[in-house]
């Protein structure tokens, strides 16, 4: 049960604004995407696959719930959802409205994420403490049940295709969050779905990066950022105008990626 209280300091807050999306941003543009997560100093979202890792600190932590204000929605992928029983909502004190709450968007293809009443996301937007989630699903990847209880607390099934490999290519799903009317996605993780925005061939997709790096190793076997090399790639992937900041004992690093 998530019943704190965050607060983050307005000072805090230049430093992050270039890289956050417009306030007022174009309805025909692709909505932005920030991808932001914590990781260790090995590139471990986590200890280990199936376990939760908390890696920010309180400060850091902090800054994260600020950032889901400033975003219209918080995508993560369903192993996330199963493994974490996320709350995906901002717990700043100095919300008011629903309005300033991030809508939870989970991918989830084959219908894995078993939610019920139960599960935080759902309970919180049902005591209007977060917005209802949104499920991008393949058809037969919903059940009438499931939907339902969507709907009870304001969320949905969005329906797209997926290619041979199972996955919706990321140019559809952000589509399909613009036809929405989502302007700004700020996409948490886990691995696979940070990886697999890396490899974009193009790297247009993703506008900013935050990164939160805790001051600890998490030793092999965890789920690791690091996006696989496509044949015969030369080149790094590298990011553009950096920026660090300290956050408490936490280090956040903002940049966006360098298009060759
Ligand atoms: N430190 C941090 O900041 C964060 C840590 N985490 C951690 O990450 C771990 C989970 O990461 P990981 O195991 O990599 O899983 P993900 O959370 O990335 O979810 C992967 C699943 O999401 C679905 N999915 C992802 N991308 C697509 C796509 N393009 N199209 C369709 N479906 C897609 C697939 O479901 P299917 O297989 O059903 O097709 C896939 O198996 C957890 O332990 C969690 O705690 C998560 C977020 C942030
Ligand atoms: N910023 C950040 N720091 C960590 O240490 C984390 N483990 C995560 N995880 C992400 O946040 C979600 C949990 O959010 P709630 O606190 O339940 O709202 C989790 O699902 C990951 O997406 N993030």
Redesign the pocket.
Known sequence: MSRETLSFPPTSIPPLEPYLPLTSPSPSSKPHLTL????SLDA???L??????T??GPYSKSM?HYLRTRHNAIL?????????N?ALNSRLGSITSLDQQPRPI???????WDFTEDSQVIRLAAEFKGKGPWV?T?RGGETKERGELLERVGGKFLF?E?GED?????GD?LSVLGEQGVRSVMV?????????LLIDPENRLVDSVII?IAPTWLGKGG?VVSPSRQQGQTSQLKLRDVSWQPHGEDVVLCGRILRS
Do not use: H, M, Q
């Not at 989970?106 to 894995?112: A, E, F, M, N, S």
């Not at 199972?166 to 990321?170: L, T």
């Open positions: 932001t997560y914590a990781t471990s979202l986590t280990a696959p199936g376990v939760r890792t890696l920010s994260t993560v992928g369903c192993t996330t959802a199963l493994i974490d996320p989970i991918l989830d293809p084959k219908g894995r991008v393949k797209l997926t199972g996955r919706f290519k990321w799903v948490e993780g886990g691995g696979e779905v940070i990886n697999s939160t789920v």
